[in-house]
């Protein structure tokens, strides 16, 4: 039987687009009953206290919602070393502590600090690893994420993604009114940042893989059109505003071309838009709806969802339209394909007994596992180590953003006070 594990509450960091606060709860709420025993002692500061950046809070927040972890509570510590130098052993050996992380930051000039890190495996007595960084006050985050993927790395032998974002969209309503949001926040909900407002839908947040740049759907003139947004500076491309759809943006591999669906031709279509020639190329050509293309590990297959066989399955095809074939047969609904970066897995949106769910395919064996049980799924999206997957669903008639592990095993959600939050999008490995 699976545990429960204790709900984590925080508050947000200021946000970036209003002046507004608001609180993010991250409920894990199944782990794997026997996670690594591992104690983050706070780090020393040397300088100006950074209250909202709390490293070994952010790195112990990390590992835990990972699943994989089992934190020793800090009321139990004997002793709180900031250096292996300092570390008894057997403090930590009785209260049964596999692994340790210890840390100090020294502010050597205003809002800048040296950082360093040591993760210790307590029964051998010896250094799993340990970095030392130069880093401004508003990369602290960024850092304490980039450590939680070392010690997750170290200690299970899969690369982490805390140092990830993601990106999603909010509902709001003020009286009467609606407004929808492109917000861009950490892989853990924090630093949520505004790309765009409109008082229309937005839809289909798709990353670069850089990571520097969304595709959405817009409809900020009563129909839907396919843009390109720079993150840095907001700069934007609009991509396909023909008469009828646009929509299910998704950038190729190589961020050479961005795969799209329109009905400028009549029927709903899969068409490649080529950024260095601005040439447009329709892949699909079926009197089916054929929507929803997501790019396989490579650039030079699609997976994607059409109704050609009278319900919604997932096929393929090769890069140039070739080579249609089915991939789903499970069940009278599979939709919204994504296949994970190593090309293992396919995760989808199947409906069984009423009810819309998440769902792996093993791209070897076509096996089918459901991963979750809720009601109204949708969007999922793999973190970038194909580990976790992230999507949306409904609590109490509100959008929330939920994740679970590809195995089934780990399941989490994220709650937001403020909005309905739908269609996340988990992205690529940021540059560091």
Do not use: C
């Amino acid at each position: 039987m699976l545990k429960k594990i204790l709900i984590l509450t925080a508050l947000l960091t200021a946000m970036l687009a209003t002046p507004a606060r608001a609180v993010l709860t991250i409920e894990i709420t199944q782990g794997i009953e026997a996670g690594i025993p591992i104690a983050v002692v706070p780090f020393a500061w040397q300088g100006t206290p950074m209250q909202d950046d709390r490293m070994a809070d952010i790195i112990q927040a990390d590992l835990n919602r990972s699943g994989r972890f089992e934190s020793i509570p800090r009321q139990d510590f004997l002793s709180r070393p900031s250096d292996i130098r300092q570390v008894k052993y057997k403090d930590w050996r009785l209260l049964k502590a596999e692994a340790l992380v210890v840390g100090q930051a020294k502010e050597i000039s205003p809002g800048k600090f040296n950082v360093q890190f040591q993760l210790i495996d307590v029964f051998k007595g010896k250094q799993l690893a340990g970095y030392r960084y130069t880093v401004s006050a508003r990369q602290l985050r960024k850092l304490s994420h980039q450590i939680s993927d070392i010690i997750y790395h170290k200690l299970t032998g899969e690369k982490g993604a805390f140092n990830t974002r993601i990106a999603y969209i909010t509902r709001e309503k003020a009286g009467n009114k609606k407004r929808y949001l492109l917000k861009v926040a950490d892989s853990d909900g924090y630093k949520p940042r505004t790309i765009l407002e409109s008082p229309q839908p937005l839809m289909s947040p798709a990353w670069s893989p850089d990571a520097s740049k969304l595709a959405y759907v817009s409809f900020e003139k009563r129909r839907s059109m396919i843009f390109v947004q720079r993150l840095n500076d907001g700069k934007r491309e609009k991509i396909a505003s023909f008469k009828g759809i646009n929509s299910a943006p998704a950038f190729s591999p190589d961020g050479r071309k961005l795969a799209f669906v329109t009905s400028k031709d009549g029927n709903p279509e899969i068409y490649v838009y080529d950024f260095a020639t601005r040439a447009i190329k329709r892949l699909t050509r079926h009197h089916g709806i054929d929507t929803e293309p997501s790019w396989m590990p490579g650039s030079n297959r699609l997976v994607f969802t059409s109704d050609r066989s009278g319900q919604p399955q997932v096929y393929q095809m090769n890069a140039d339209g070739s080579g249609v074939s089915r991939l789903t047969y499970k069940g009278k609904y599979n939709a919204r394909p994504s296949v994970s970066d190593d090309g293992r897995l396919l995760v989808m949106i199947s409906r069984g007994s009423g009810r819309y769910h998440v769902a792996v395919m093993d791209m070897r064996t076509k096996e089918v596992t459901r991963l979750t049980d809720t009601l109204l799924d949708e969007s999922p999206s793999f973190a970038p180590n194909g580990r976790m997957v992230l999507y949306a669903t409904e609590q109490q008639g509100k959008g929330v953003l939920a994740a679970v592990s590809a195995d089934g095993k780990i399941h989490q959600t994220i709650k937001f006070l403020q909005g309905d939050v739908r269609e996340p999008a988990w992205s690529p490995y940021l540059r560091r």
